[in-house]
């Protein structure tokens, strides 16, 4: 008979999650992740096999969580405006939850600190950023045969520029005001 693991996994990925969103790979210790998730080392490692592989399935649980929930915004009804309003002001609203600590997003932070340098977070980050991406390509296009926005507009252009403003705003919401946040997405939303 197997033996149960004894801890939720799912449980484990948030708070390593957290301690990774809010230190950053390099500077997330091995103590800090066995005060984040309350496992000890031998079962963090037995369960996950290395620091890098338990950021690896945390880049996934960001994605599966965080990503998907942007992407059925994006999927859902309502005007594409309106829905990618939607998208752009959680990213405003979470950064305000998130005073002081300002974390931003794990994708981007992730991107900034090993992309280039670690070929599987580089494939894991490139896989959200794509996701994002075509979840506004998609409702673009949609938009363009309903005749909300003009038939020469370029939904691959507009997405990529979507995206772009998203993530900025992701960086920006580091040290921007709510009110410079909110004027960008407003902003963002006119050049439709």
Same mark, same amino acid.
């Given at each position: 008979?197997?033996?149960?693991?004894?801890?939720?996994?799912?449980?484990?990925?948030?708070?390593?999650?957290?301690?990774?969103?809010?230190?950053? !790979?390099?500077?997330? *210790?091995?103590?800090?992740?066995?005060d984040?998730? @309350?496992?000890?080392?031998?079962?963090?490692?037995?369960?996950?096999?290395?620091?890098?592989?338990?950021?690896?399935?945390?880049? #996934?649980? !960001?994605?599966?969580?965080w990503?998907?929930?942007?992407?059925?915004?994006?999927?859902?009804?309502?005007?594409?405006?309106? #829905?990618?309003?939607?998208?752009?002001?959680?990213?405003?609203?979470?950064?305000?939850?998130?005073?002081?600590?300002?974390?931003?997003?794990?994708?981007?932070?992730?991107?900034?600190?090993?992309? @280039?340098?670690?070929?599987?977070?580089t494939?894991?980050?490139?896989?959200?950023?794509?996701?994002?991406?075509?979840?506004?390509?998609?409702?673009?296009?949609?938009? #363009?045969?309903?005749?909300?926005?003009?038939?020469?507009?370029?939904?691959?252009v507009?997405?990529? !520029?979507?995206?772009? *403003?998203? !993530?900025?705003?992701?960086?920006?919401?580091?040290?921007?005001?709510?009110?410079?946040?909110?004027?960008?997405?407003?902003?963002?939303?006119?050049?439709?």
């Amino acid at each position: 008979m197997s033996r149960s693991k004894g801890f939720d996994p799912d449980r484990v990925l948030d708070a390593a999650m957290d301690a990774f969103w809010n230190k950053g !790979y390099a500077a997330t *210790s091995a103590q800090d992740l066995v005060d984040h998730t @309350g496992l000890g080392r031998g079962s963090l490692y037995n369960a996950f096999s290395n620091k890098h592989h338990l950021f690896l399935r945390v880049l #996934r649980r !960001y994605e599966d969580e965080w990503t998907a929930r942007q992407v059925a915004v994006l999927e859902g009804d309502g005007p594409v405006r309106d #829905r990618i309003r939607r998208v752009l002001m959680t990213v405003v609203e979470e950064e305000a939850e998130c005073a002081p600590a300002r974390r931003g997003c794990l994708a981007v932070n992730a991107a900034v600190e090993l992309a @280039g340098k670690d070929p599987d977070v580089t494939a894991c980050v490139r896989r959200i950023f794509g996701r994002m991406e075509g979840a506004f390509r998609e409702a673009l296009e949609r938009a #363009r045969r309903d005749g909300e926005i003009g038939a020469d507009r370029d939904p691959a252009v507009l997405a990529r !520029y979507l995206l772009n *403003s998203m !993530y900025g705003l992701r960086v920006l919401g580091k040290t921007a005001d709510r009110s410079g946040m909110t004027g960008i997405v407003e902003t963002t939303l006119n050049s439709l």
